[in-house]
């Protein structure tokens, strides 16, 4: 089966995946981009998994603050390498992931951190598994995952802290 450049260039543009990641999954897809958009998720998912033990001791740290300046949030987020810290993909999820914070108040990074016993609800107190504020279809951890399968390194939130003027 022939696969069309610009079916290549049009998966691509959806997934941020590479040109022969992209060919591969159409050809396995017969050239459905949909299909081919859910191989390149579970190969994604994969990858993240394999990387999940890997250090991250690089990273950013990212300041937002609402308009009107009442909300402010900071978060570090740590990657492998400086390189990767410097691109536009990791900036980009920093500043959503600020962005989360100020917006939807977590109190914990995972459920991990969540106390025994705390009788709270785990999708709002918990970050990584918070609805992501731009594509609630989406939760935080699911846009993360897919970061990493683009940057091809591990990445995680080491912390952040939220302001809001009054409290």
């Not at 696969?3 to 691509?12: F, G, N, V, Y």
């Not at 914990?108 to 918070?130: R, Y």
Request: hydrophobic residues 40%; aromatic residues 4%.
């Amino acid at each position: 089966m022939e696969i069309l450049t610009s079916r290549i260039k049009e998966l691509r543009n959806q997934s941020g995946a590479g040109i022969m990641e992209c060919r591969n999954a159409l050809l396995k897809a017969e050239g459905d981009i949909n299909r081919a958009l859910d191989l390149l998720k579970e190969q994604g998912l994969l990858k993240a998994q394999k990387k999940a033990e890997r250090a991250a001791s690089e990273g950013l740290i990212e300041a937002y603050i609402h308009h009107g300046g009442r909300i402010a949030a900071m978060i570090e987020v740590n990657c492998e390498t400086d390189f990767v810290a410097r691109t536009g993909e990791f900036k980009q999820l920093a500043h959503n992931l600020a962005m989360q914070v100020a917006a939807m108040q977590p109190q914990f990074i995972s459920k991990d951190e969540v106390p025994q016993g705390a009788n709270i609800e785990h999708e709002v107190a918990c970050l990584l598994l918070q609805p992501f504020i731009k594509d609630t279809n989406k939760t935080v951890q699911d846009i993360i995952v897919e970061t990493v399968a683009k940057v091809g390194e591990n990445i995680k939130v080491k912390r952040f802290v939220r302001y809001e003027l009054g409290e």
